[in-house]
């Protein structure tokens, strides 16, 4: 589409009915009608393309992106932020859905993952990911190994979950070490998003404090929005002073801290495999249907 100037957009539309040989015997009032609608439609629409850049992922090549910054926030997990081809470029990320990205492991073979940024395409010129990065973990390596101005492969968008506004009345999240990250990425969107009502309800499980990814920001929600978002935390070694969950997630701790089934909520989960499969045998126990859950 060719793009012009806004100022040329508002008088295109006279330049070129002037021109034309009918417009000669038009009435003036007729005339000056018709260009101010052509100046309306003209004008949405320079808006419309403006407030949406085309995003900057592809589906079916992997495109790369430049790590500017690379922040370590756990002994294990570091915070990347990758910048856009532009400052005014936005991801092209639907929320609910991931990314894929490609490394080389320790034996320099190729290896690919999927991650959810924790970025919305609300954040102009670049996008975030929040990597935890285990001994024995091929992508991991990967990401340990980066420095900045390194590039990542990245394709997308892709992933089963798709988020429209008032889906659901309510979320229960349950999620455990890395498997915030898809969490986060939808709690972001429904609490800053003033139209949205979603009540949303997560418990989120670690080791040790130190392992709680994003608790900073997940603090600063629970204290924004106490009516609409609430995070119970279980750490399986807890310092002596604590006041949230221990051990493993158990089906009281979902009872008690998830909204309880019904046609309107639906669960969410996403950690280790063993975690997911403990997590899904407590939600059929208590009653969800396989129409209430959906596992990242």
């Known amino acids: ?58 589906p079916n090549n992997f495109k790369e992106f430049k790590l500017v910054k690379k922040t370590q926030i756990s002994p294990n997990a570091a915070r ?56 024995n973990g091929k992508m991991s390596h990967h990401f340990r190994q980066m420095k900045e101005g390194d590039s990542l492969a990245v394709k997308g968008p892709k992933g089963r979950f798709s988020y429209k506004v008032g889906q659901v009345r309510a979320f229960g999240m349950i999620a455990g070490g890395s498997g915030i990250t898809p969490m986060f990425q939808l709690i972001r969107a429904i609490l ?8 949303v309800y997560l418990i989120y499980a670690n080791v040790t404090v130190d392992d709680i990814l994003l608790k900073e920001e997940l603090d600063r929600f629970a204290n924004t929005f106490p009516q ?26 979902i009872e008690s801290h998830c909204p309880a089934p019904a046609s309107d909520i639906q669960i969410l989960r996403c950690g280790p495999p063993p975690m997911n499969k403990a997590i899904a045998t407590h939600l059929a126990a208590l009653g969800y249907t396989s129409n209430m859950q959906f596992e990242f």
């Open 1 to 58: 589409m060719l793009e012009l100037p806004f100022n040329m957009t508002l008088n295109f539309p006279t330049l070129f009915f002037k021109s034309l040989p009918f417009a000669k015997n038009l009435e003036p009032e007729l005339l000056n009608g018709a260009i101010a609608l052509v100046a309306v439609g003209l004008t949405a629409a320079y808006i419309y393309y403006r407030k949406k850049p085309k995003g900057s992922l592809d």
């Open 228 to 253: 609409r978002f609430h995070v119970y935390h279980v750490l399986n070694k807890p310092p002596n002073e604590w006041n949230g969950g221990v051990g493993y997630i158990l089906k009281e701790m």
């Open 80 to 135: 990347f932020k990758f910048a856009l081809p532009t400052p005014k470029s936005i991801l092209g990320l639907p929320v609910g859905k991931n990314i894929l990205v490609r490394g080389r492991d320790s034996e320099g073979e190729e290896v690919m993952r999927s991650y959810t940024p924790i970025t919305l395409d609300s954040d102009i010129g670049y996008f975030e990911l929040v990597i935890k990065m285990y001994p």
């Open 192 to 199: 800053e998003n003033k139209k949205d009502k979603t009540q």
